[in-house]
């Protein structure tokens, strides 16, 4: 595996950590997190998106995913940018548990 690919692998379990406050689930759980680019220079491009574009918390999520990305060694810089296409379709893009907790079959 490459530093860039390790790099990538850090990053997403990182940002398994973050957890949206009123889901209780992860931001990778819930789908949200649509891409992880790691440029040759090792800095950090996250594309993810909210449950809404109205989300109370989206400012905190996307802090807080900036910050879990830039803690695995290595990295130069992260960014993390938030869109709203494709929209978040919890049937298609959370996790099998996560549906499950949601209550989607």
Same mark, same amino acid.
């Not at 680019?37 to 491009?45: A, F, L, P, R, Y």
């Not at 993810?48 to 109370?56: A, E, H, L, N, V």
């Not at 999520?61 to 938030?82: K, T």
């Given at each position: 595996m490459s530093d860039i690919e390790s +790099?990538? $692998?850090? #990053?997403?379990? $990182?940002?398994? %950590?973050?957890?949206?406050?009123? +889901? !209780?689930? &992860?931001?990778? $759980?819930?789908g949200l997190i649509y891409d #992880?680019?790691? &440029? $040759?220079?090792?800095? #950090?491009? #996250?594309?993810?998106?909210? %449950? &809404?574009? !109205?989300?109370p918390y989206g400012p905190q999520l996307q802090a807080e995913a900036q910050l879990a990305a830039s803690r695995p060694e290595g990295v130069s810089v992260a960014n993390v940018e938030v869109v709203f296409s494709p929209p978040w379709d919890p049937h298609t893009m959370a996790s099998e548990e996560a549906r499950e907790m949601l209550g989607i079959y």
């Amino acid at each position: 595996m490459s530093d860039i690919e390790s +790099i990538a $692998e850090q #990053v997403r379990k $990182e940002l398994g %950590t973050v957890m949206d406050p009123e +889901i !209780g689930l &992860s931001l990778t $759980e819930l789908g949200l997190i649509y891409d #992880v680019n790691v &440029s $040759e220079d090792k800095g #950090v491009n #996250v594309v993810m998106t909210f %449950t &809404s574009m !109205g989300c109370p918390y989206g400012p905190q999520l996307q802090a807080e995913a900036q910050l879990a990305a830039s803690r695995p060694e290595g990295v130069s810089v992260a960014n993390v940018e938030v869109v709203f296409s494709p929209p978040w379709d919890p049937h298609t893009m959370a996790s099998e548990e996560a549906r499950e907790m949601l209550g989607i079959y």
